[in-house]
């Protein structure tokens, strides 16, 4: 078995990622796709912790852009999370993946709170971590939470897969075909250009603590794998680029 680069990674994931191509809602297709794909790699020793976000269910600023309190709405936001974190984990274990849901929001019903000495453990002890619920705090994006969480857990590397982007690139690829992609990129290269990647709050509280992001497609099925490995693959954003 080939030896992974990474040992304890977070794997950042959209709501919209779980959606797949209806756009809304959980397509179970998508859910059994990424838990086989995590499997894969906590079979290969790698430690797991996962955040989820929520825009597949609701999205808070959009419910704040029609008129909604945003704390309010923020607030739902993070309760999304939670039900795709609670049917991720039901995707794992049906494959025998010892998996917990921790939330920054307390509703011990369904998950333990968030305590980050407990979840170190249970990354020790084979078991996947889901992150649900956010920073617990309004204003604040899952992007940020994954940053939040890494350098809690002191991941090596955060995994953000994207739903149809296999990288990052100089502008919407969508839209524009002369869009170019980067192999390699600096945190401060990612704020200076507007990239988009992941929020100023998070891009910054990566370079601060120095994680590497490596960004990726989801779709291909393992994708996940490879990234683990540290094949070429996607995107990887650094403190500083090796150039």
């Given at each position: ?8 990674v ?13 756009g ?17 790699v906590v ?66 019903q369904?998950?333990?709170p968030?305590?980050?000495r ?42 953000m ?24 990129l600096?945190?401060?290269?990612v ?12 891009t ?13 497609a ?17 995107t ?8």
């Amino acid at each position: 078995m080939p030896t992974p680069k990474y040992r304890r990674v977070v794997l950042k994931l959209s709501g919209e990622a779980l959606a797949g191509d209806r756009g809304f809602g959980i397509d179970a297709h998508v859910l059994d796709s990424i838990a086989s794909q995590v499997r894969e790699v906590v079979e290969m020793g790698v430690q797991v912790a996962i955040v989820v976000g929520g825009g597949n269910i609701w999205r808070g600023v959009s419910g704040s852009a029609q008129g909604m309190d945003r704390t309010t709405a923020d607030y739902m936001g993070m309760l999304a999370t939670v039900i795709n974190a609670l049917a991720l984990q039901d995707a794992l274990e049906k494959m025998d993946v010892q998996t917990r849901v921790q939330t920054s929001l307390e509703m011990r019903q369904v998950a333990e709170p968030y305590i980050r000495r407990r979840a170190i453990r249970h990354l020790e002890k084979g078991r996947v971590v889901i992150f649900a619920g956010g920073t617990g705090n309004p204003y604040f994006s899952t992007d940020t939470t994954a940053a939040l969480r890494a350098a809690e857990i002191e991941a090596e590397v955060i995994l953000m897969a994207k739903n149809g982007v296999d990288g990052v690139y100089s502008d919407d690829p969508v839209k524009n075909p002369a869009a170019v992609k980067y192999d390699e990129l600096s945190f401060l290269d990612v704020l200076n250009q507007g990239l988009g990647v992941m929020d100023s709050t998070a891009t910054s509280l990566c370079m601060d603590n120095d994680i590497p992001l490596l960004v990726f497609a989801l779709g291909e099925s393992g994708n996940i794998r490879r990234a683990v490995l540290g094949e070429p693959i996607g995107t990887i954003v650094r403190r500083q680029t090796r150039a």
